[in-house]
């Protein structure tokens, strides 16, 4: 009987960051073997981005590690690097760089054949439909054109990691769907992807595997059918759920009065309020 088992492509064990006295992330455990499409969702200031930097080796855990496809990334960290595509939130390019010369420079950077990156260079813009854009310097490039030579430079090098932090931002409708279809290839052909998204209905078209952090910890995670079954109100969205494990009593209750002094002229608010509606009781008698 064969019991070998499978190397996850990405694994962190109890791993926490602290910058000083804040705890962004705080004890994370996670595996995900090839080819799962991971979608992490997250309130601002959840631990997020200091989760993406801890796993594509931009940041050192405070205490735990974290491994990709088995290396452990503080040990061997271009060794682990070599393996990762990444994309972050802010697509950066150097300026003077036409979007081909970034990526044979990124070749360069993973080693790469120069006949292989010329070859992916071409199959690339053809994907993304860059045009003669590809020969244009980055700094006539609008966010859009940016964020598809970046997609791009990761998927250069065919890695088994693929990290792409808010994937759709500044991409039109039409690009928005060739990249979700790419990842979902990419996962098919084995790829892990681990992607963070503020876009929650994208999350739960694409995702084979979902998991929400707050407050520097995982609160769940599941497939989109296994979380609705955490859910108390049985939602039939992700984001619907999202918000019912995200938002506490206390944060509900200060959106409500948020939105009423927005909402309401200044007489009613002031009607509404409990000492208004008390000073009113005791006219009345």
């Given at each position: ?179 979700k279809r790419i990842l979902e290839y ?47 109100e049985r939602h039939r969205t992700l ?47």
């Open positions: 009987m064969n019991t070998s088992r499978e190397v996850p492509i990405v694994e962190l064990k109890h791993v926490t960051k602290r910058f000083g006295d804040t705890v962004a992330v705080d004890s994370l455990d996670l595996s995900l073997p090839p080819g799962t499409l991971f979608g992490f969702i997250g309130p601002n200031g959840a631990g997020k981005t200091t989760t993406i930097k801890l796993i594509t080796g931009l940041l050192q855990p405070t205490a735990g590690r974290v491994f990709v496809n088995g290396i452990d990334i503080r040990h061997e960290p271009e060794r682990a690097k070599r393996l990762i595509g990444y994309v972050p939130d802010n697509p950066f390019l150097y300026d003077v760089l036409t979007g081909r010369e970034f990526l044979r420079f990124v070749g360069r950077l993973y080693r790469m054949d120069a006949s292989l990156v010329e070859r992916r260079i071409g199959e690339l813009f053809e994907l993304f439909q860059v045009g003669s854009w590809g020969d244009f310097r980055a700094e006539e490039y609008s966010h859009g054109m940016r964020q598809k030579i970046v997609i791009s430079a990761a998927l250069l090098h065919q890695p088994k990691l693929i990290v792409i932090d808010e994937p759709m931002v500044g991409l039109d409708p039409k690009s928005i769907r060739l990249v990419q996962s098919r052909m084995g790829t892990a992807i681990f992607m963070s998204t503020h876009t929650l209905a994208v999350a739960e078209e694409i995702s084979s595997l979902v998991g929400i952090i707050d407050r520097g910890r995982v609160i769940a995670q599941g497939t989109v059918a296994e979380l609705r079954r955490l859910s108390r984001e619907d759920l999202y918000l019912e494990l995200t938002t506490s009593p206390e944060e509900s209750q200060r959106e409500v009065e948020r939105w009423l002094n927005m909402a309401l002229p200044p007489l009613l608010r002031e009607m509404l309020r409990p000492e208004s509606r008390n000073e009113r009781v005791l006219l009345d008698q």
